[in-house]
């Protein structure tokens, strides 16, 4: 069974938060509120934690995982990017954006798209979400948490604790988060290319 944290979503405390941390460096599988809704997350390197994670959401190999990432300064190591897309995510992080790159060496190949070999790239406008990376002290596996058949991220804290108390090792309740996806763009081939539109405006990449 999962532990349950209320974390207050303007001051969280600390000593939750390094409780999650804790979780999640001993193989944990966590679900943790983001700018769009939950998401689950786990440790880049643990393999079964993300086979975990596809297991809760059913997802293919041609998925989008995210590294989801407290501030630009760790982005080189994990993605290829060039100094204009790099002002662009400047101009915009953190908020509700996925941007799609080709990885780097430093990311394992079961985390990246299986065909493209890309890495989504996320740095969330949530304070609880900043305060496990800054915690962390690295990026996080992360996976909106959609469950199969539905199209949004969940977003009741209360409903995600009946549905996955036994499949995950810890639930952060961090308040009931609106329902909307992030606006994802895709500058893994020299182009720019808005690939959904959500709730990040995406005027400056069209």
């Known amino acids: 069974m999962s532990q349950f944290f209320y974390i207050h979503d303007e001051n969280p405390q600390a000593r939750l938060i390094n409780q999650a941390v804790a979780i999640l460096k001993q193989g944990g599988v966590i679900v943790y509120p983001t700018d769009s809704g939950y998401a689950l997350g786990c ?3 643990d ?7 596809v297991r809760i959401r059913r997802i293919e190999n041609d998925h989008n995982f ?8 760790e982005l080189a190591n994990f993605a290829r990017v060039d100094n ?3 002002r662009l995510l400047k101009s915009c992080t953190p908020g509700p954006y996925t941007f799609i790159f080709k990885a780097s060496k430093e990311v394992p190949r079961r985390l990246q798209n299986d065909k493209k070999r890309t890495i989504g790239i996320r740095v969330p406008d949530n304070v609880i979400a900043l305060a496990l990376l800054e915690a962390l002290d690295e ?9 199969p058949d539905e199209e949004f991220a969940e977003s009741d804290p209360e409903h995600i ?3 996955l108390e036994h499949q995950v090792d810890a639930i952060i309740h961090g308040g009931y988060l609106a329902e909307k996806q992030t606006t994802v763009i895709d500058m893994s081939d020299g182009d720019i290319e808005v690939l959904r539109h959500g709730a990040g405006d995406a005027s400056a990449f069209e």
């Open 139 to 147: 990026p996080l596996m992360s996976t909106s948490l959609v469950m």
């Open 84 to 86: 204009q897309a790099y």
């Open 161 to 163: 604790r009946d549905i």
């Open 43 to 45: 440790m880049i390197g």
């Open 66 to 73: 995210s590294l989801m990432c407290r501030d630009l300064s």
């Open 47 to 53: 393999k079964n934690a993300m086979e975990r994670m």
